[in-house]
């Protein structure tokens, strides 16, 4: 699975003037052990909660992306070491997260890609408050459930549909 999103981008100008090819704000950091991911979005938001984050990586990912809108906290992590052992393990390619990230080399070594705004020490709390499979607003940026997300070391696209 080798890609580049400058070239989708340079071979798809036409698709970013309708806004079928969007390009997400250059806010994210790599913290997974892919530096390249590609998959369906399944979205999710939450609020300083990952309760819903561990029951969807809990679910086959199907080679999927996980988005998380996390309203851009940073005061604590969606994300840490034991969801990213989780996430390889039921085949999920990604996670993208407008929040934070915790045990971040934990996270180096899972076979899973990881972009999130920051790394953060503390965990989430646990209110079982969340809600899925809807439109979010990331980075500049809407996804929509099923959204192609293709991500690499130049950044992050969102397509209505597959590129490549």
């Given at each position: 699975m080798s890609f580049a999103t400058t070239d989708i981008c340079d071979?798809?100008?036409d698709l970013i003037t309708k806004g079928e090819l969007r390009v997400c704000a250059p806010v994210f950091k790599a913290y997974g052990g892919?530096?390249?991911f590609k998959g369906a979005a399944v979205t999710l938001k939450?609020?300083?909660?990952n309760t819903w984050v561990r029951t969807l990586l809990d679910e086959p990912g199907q080679?999927?992306?996980l988005v998380i809108d996390g309203g851009g906290s940073m005061r604590c992590a969606l994300v840490g070491?034991?969801?990213g052992v989780l996430a390889e393990k039921n085949g999920w390619a990604g996670i993208l997260v407008n929040g934070c990230v915790r045990?971040?080399?934990e996270l180096a070594e899972s076979k899973v890609g990881i972009r999130a705004l920051a790394a953060h020490p503390?965990?989430?709390?646990?209110?079982?408050?969340?809600e899925r499979d809807l439109v979010v607003d990331i980075a500049g940026t809407t996804v929509k459930p099923g959204?192609?997300?293709?991500?690499?070391?130049?950044?992050?696209?969102?397509a209505d549909r597959p590129l490549i």
């Open positions: 071979a798809n100008e892919l530096s390249q939450v609020f300083e909660d080679g999927r992306v070491g034991n969801l045990d971040t080399l503390q965990k989430s709390v646990k209110r079982n408050v969340g959204d192609m997300i293709y991500a690499d070391e130049d950044g992050v696209l969102v």
